[in-house]
């Protein structure tokens, strides 16, 4: 007998329990029950759903307890086929149904569900912040950025300070370029949350892309060792340091980049190919060539890197070449001397005049041999592009002008089809790199 009027006690309590829940949700929407409680009310309503799984009093008692735990899929299961049984409720309960249906739809990844729920919810209640935020928030993560701007600014009106809203309005207007309206909204994040790395990240980002390179310096330089953003940061902070000329600084900052464990490929070839370009400028070309060597292992194809590697390989294996494309202006000139003094063997010399010009030099020299004497110029292009005929018109007008019997015209490129034939007739000689190389390696 005590077993049964125990068991008729444990009946009546959990029939109780389902009565206050429904009863409660109906008033409040929101109820905080025990966790023996919770489970007997879950057990009646498992039993209900499995004789009627549309049992609309069931899923309410078990949508509820789910949402509160946070167990967004069970939530999503119990509210997604109460959407479909809005007849008939009054506007707070199908708000609260709406509503709690996006969030969990968005909490398990259903964008498009999530959408459906919170539009529906705005239908009714158009200022509420949750489902201006999340719409906001779903917009920008499928990047439809225009659209996202309106609700978050609208979340915003309701909760002026809230930093999830200022940072996704922060993000959206900085992926759509709006750089400086978005400063106000990161600035406000970072007041409450100085330590939010990705928020002062973007903030630098803004600044780089407005021209305010100091103060994105400034945070660039700060975040370089950070595990999260550290390459990035690092990239930058070298991008604007090589626009400013300081190569040594900019090395630092992709070498520590690149120190960097786990770098997306595409930040750790632009940090590679960048400190390849900064190498390059310091002529510390073995350095270089690393790099492009690294990135076209795992990159083929990547940017200009083949052409890179094909160029300078070749200059750094000939020493008279890196001269004549890379060194300063001096040295350049030291080698055009040593290349007149040597390019008539056994021939007596003598340098009377040398012009260093914007775009080439000329050198013009007595020529002495066993055979013939005369007067010569050599005119010398730096540029690897192509001489064209007019170039070499104003050339020839100059060996007239002096009564030179000859010119010698050399470039570390190539010369067009009507250079080449403007010189048939006329004392020019050309030679393009293929020819200017062989005298770089007679000379020594």
């Known amino acids: 007998m005590s077993v049964v009027i125990i068991s008729l006690f444990i009946i009546i309590a959990v029939v109780a329990v389902v009565t206050v829940v429904m009863t409660g949700f109906k008033g409040r929407g929101t109820l905080s ?3 023996k409680n919770k489970a007997a009310v879950i057990r009646e309503a498992t039993k209900r759903l499995a004789q009627n799984p549309n049992d609309s009093a069931a899923l309410l008692m078990v949508g509820d307890i789910y949402f509160q735990d946070q167990d967004w899929e069970k939530a999503y299961a119990s509210y997604a086929p109460l959407l479909d049984q809005m007849g008939g409720r009054v506007p707070s309960e199908q708000f609260e149904i709406s509503l709690r249906y996006g969030i969990s739809a968005l909490k398990t990844d259903r964008f498009v569900e999530a959408k459906k729920g919170l539009l529906l919810a705005k239908n009714i209640n158009p200022n509420h912040f949750e489902i201006n935020y999340n719409l906001g928030y779903i917009y920008y993560i499928q990047k439809e950025y ?3 701007v309106p609700f978050l600014r609208k979340a915003l009106l309701t909760q002026p300070d809230n930093v999830m809203a200022l ?8 992926s759509l370029r709006k750089y400086q309206e978005a400063l106000p909204s990161l600035k406000k994040v970072l007041d409450v949350q100085p330590d939010n790395k990705d928020a002062l990240f973007a903030m630098g980002e803004c600044f780089y892309e407005v021209g305010s390179n100091d103060q994105a310096l400034k945070i660039f330089t700060h975040l370089r060792v950070s595990p999260e953003v550290g390459p990035r940061a690092a990239l930058y902070a070298g991008l604007i340091r090589m ?29 590679r190919y960048n400190l390849a370009a900064a190498r390059i400028k310091t002529q510390d070309l073995q350095k270089a060539l690393i790099q492009l060597k690294e990135i076209q292992t795992v990159s083929p194809g990547y940017k200009d890197v083949a052409s890179l590697i094909m160029r300078y390989q070749e200059l750094n294996q000939n020493k008279n070449l890196h001269t004549y494309l890379m060194s300063g202006q001096s040295e350049f000139v030291g080698l055009c001397r040593r290349i007149v003094s040597r390019f008539f063997p056994n021939a007596k010399v003598k340098i009377l005049d040398i012009s260093v010009l914007a775009t080439y030099t000329d050198i013009v020299a007595e020529i002495d041999t066993s055979k013939w004497a005369d007067l010569v110029i050599y005119r010398f292009f730096r540029s690897q592009g192509s001489v064209g005929e007019l170039v070499l018109r104003d050339f020839h007008g100059r060996i007239k002008e002096m009564k030179a019997g000859k ?3 050399m470039t570390a490129g190539t010369f067009t089809e009507e250079a080449r034939r403007f010189t048939e007739g006329r004392p020019l000689d050309l030679f393009d790199k293929n020819r200017l190389n062989k005298v770089l390696n007679a000379i020594g």
């Open 33 to 35: 029950i025990g966790k």
């Open 243 to 271: 626009r400013a000329g300081q190569l040594e600084k900019a090395i630092e900052d992709f070498e520590i980049g690149l120190k960097h464990d786990g770098i997306p490929l595409d930040i750790m070839n632009e940090l």
């Open 407 to 409: 010119g010698i015209c």
């Open 167 to 174: 940072k996704y309005l922060g993000y959206t207007l900085q």
């Open 146 to 148: 225009e659209k996202a």
